[in-house]
Each structure stands twice: as C-alpha cells, then as structure tokens.
C-alpha cells in the first residue's frame, strides 16, 4: 500500500512538474529509505520518528546536505499525501537538516583558465572538445545544458551571438557567447559531421556519433587540464564557477551574473562574492605592510 501510494507520487512528479529523471531517481531513493526505516504503515509516522531517522542517517556518515535533500523528499511526499490521499497532517514539517558550512565553488583563476583553453590539440575530437569547453566558459553553462543542445533547432545563433537553454526547473534564458566560443564552434561545426551520425540532432557527439554524454565530457575535460599543466583537476562545473567569478570581479554586477547563470534567487549567486573578496583578501595580505607577519 505505502509502496503504491510512493509510485503514485513519483508519477505525479514526473508528469505535472515534468522533473529530471536524475532528480526524480533521487526522490525515489529517499522515498524508499524512508520506507525502510519506518516498518509500520506510513501514516502512522509522527515528527519524533523523522527525526530518529535523520540522526540513525547521519549516524551512517549522511552529510548535511544530503539530508536536507532527502527531508525535501519527505516533506513533498507528506504534503501530497495531505492534499491527495487524505493524510491528517505532515510529521516532516519543522524537522530540520543538521547545519553545515556551505563550501565555496571552486574556480579557476584566468590565467590556469587560458592556459586550460588554450590547448593546442588537433583532430575532429578536439575541435569538439574546444568547442564544448569554450562555450561552458563563455557562457557559463551547466553540462547537462550544454549536451542537450541541438545542431539545427535554432537555440545556437552564432550571428547573433547567443545562445539558449533549458536549465533547472525547465527555466529557459539566453545568454551572450564570446568570440573565442563562436570561433570554436564555427570550426567545430565545420568538421561536425565527419564524426555525427547522419540522423543526430546534437550538437555535440562521442565516438559513436550519438549525443555525447556527461561522463565523456568530464572525462575530456579533465584529460584537457593534465595535458595543459592546470594543478587542479577540472570538472564541468568549474569552469561555470570560473565564469561566474571572472564576469562578477570584471563587473561587480551580481544581478546581471544572476541572469547568467539562471539562478532563481540571487542568494545562489551571492556566494561568488565570497570568491570574490577570497581574491581581495589574498592581494590585501600580499600587498598590504601591516597585514604581512613579520
């Protein structure tokens, strides 16, 4: 019955708020956890319960974070159980997380950023690659983003200079791209189809000429920051990060950032000035003859 009335509302999920099929297998993971560690019919669950839960999880090495997820999961399941199935009340309401530090998004500085970007490999592969990786940089946008986008629906206007995408919560923007991108693409699209199957929408495709996926991505990119000498290893989201910080120290304009990145509240783009006054500490100390220890 419990495991029927979960189904239910992954269904309406994934049908009403159309989510991600990534995000909907995590809701399900949380769902079944909880299932799990409550033996008895779930409407007999009370707020004392969901916290023994939450600290039996953290105790099993659950981080903070992690957690918070997974009472999202709760607490959305609980509150359509009240709307739909009659439920009398929500016993996650009010059970909170357990605090953590919020980590500051790592970021290339510009000059590991062009020494990264300007890797001097020749080939179909790494026109795609190049590519790819100016335009996440140029743009600032996310993976999953940028394998979604098609060779020939329009959303790639290179005369124009932009580009649309669909980010998280099916929120479409369009955002500038820089010559240094329009450059890479105009090549790669050049030797596009010696590698793209005949029938392939995508932009950007693997070895099989099929629709590249994250995992060859990442894996490119990182091959790209060992061969270019970066210290760091370099995922995707890094140089969205990177991006994000080097527009931000350029203009100090958070809302226009905000916009960028399509973030739905300024609060997520606010921790880029963290970075930024990281940057302004570091310079300070250097520079500054009363903050150098002697």
Known sequence: MDERLAHD?????????????????????????????????????????????????????????????????????????????GFKANPVLGVRAPKAGRPLPKALSVEATQRLLDNKAEGVAAARDRAMFELLYSS????????????????????????????????????????????ALRAWLEVRNQLAHPNEKALFVGSRGRRISAAVVGARLAAWGRASGVPERVHPHMLRHSFA???????????????????????????YTHLDFQALAKVYDAAHPRARKK
């Open 9 to 85: 509302y992954l269904d309406a999920l994934k049908h009403q708020r159309r989510l991600a099929g990534a995000t909907l297998a995590n809701y399900a993971r949380a769902l079944d956890v909880l299932l799990q560690l409550h033996k008895k019919p779930i409407a007999t669950l009370e707020a004392a319960e969901v916290r023994r839960a939450v600290a039996i999880l953290h105790g099993k090495g659950l981080s903070p974070r992690t957690l918070a997820l997974v009472l999202s999961a709760w607490r959305g399941w609980f509150n359509w159980l009240v709307r739909h199935r």
């Open 140 to 183: 600032g946008l996310r993976r999953a983003e940028l394998i979604a986008l098609d060779a020939t629906d329009g959303r790639l206007d290179l005369k124009q200079s932009e580009v649309t995408v669909t980010g998280k919560g099916s929120k479409t923007r369009t955002v500038p791209i820089g010559a240094k991108a329009r450059e």
């Open 245 to 271: 910080t080097h527009v931000l120290q350029s203009s100090q304009d958070l809302r226009a950032v905000q916009e960028m990145l399509g973030h739905s509240s300024i609060s997520t783009t606010q921790i």
